[in-house]
């Protein structure tokens, strides 16, 4: 597993564990960080900070993308595993479309359910399809 794919599932756990305690996530980094439990690579807070500052756009777009699946229905790992990749997708420019997706669909083939897959993709596919008209 490369040095970013840890970095991203670093950033997935982070994420996940604030959405479902209601926590901040940049709170939650911070005082991982302060209490040395921090991540070890500087991609993951670029990752959840990405997020937090980009969240309304982000859940924005993953709404009207998300034809019948409200935010809160979706499965907690998939609402964060897409967070992930839009932020990529929209935010990191060194990162190519195709490695964002394909991340995101590594996360939710190992963490989630067996539709998973094929959901993230369809929303992800359907963003870069879009992405002239959404940047």
Do not use: C
């Not at 996940?16 to 980094?29: H, N």
């Not at 359910?113 to 002239?132: C, M």
């Amino acid at each position: 597993m490369s040095a970013r794919s840890k970095a991203r599932k670093r950033a997935l756990d982070v994420l996940y564990a604030s959405d479902v305690r209601g926590e901040d996530a940049v709170a939650a980094l911070d005082r991982a960080i302060a209490e040395g439990e921090g991540p070890t690579n500087d991609y993951t807070a670029t990752l959840v900070r990405g997020v937090v500052e980009h969240r309304a756009r982000i859940d924005e777009l993953l709404s009207s993308y998300s034809q019948g699946w409200t935010l809160a229905r979706m499965p907690a790992v998939d609402r964060n595993v897409l967070r992930l990749g839009v932020w990529e997708l929209l935010y990191a420019d060194d990162i190519p479309d195709a490695v964002a997706v394909s991340e995101a669909m590594a996360l939710v083939t190992d963490l989630s359910t067996d539709e998973s897959p094929q959901f993230v993709n369809g929303i992800l596919g359907s963003i870069v399809r879009n992405k002239p008209s959404i940047v």
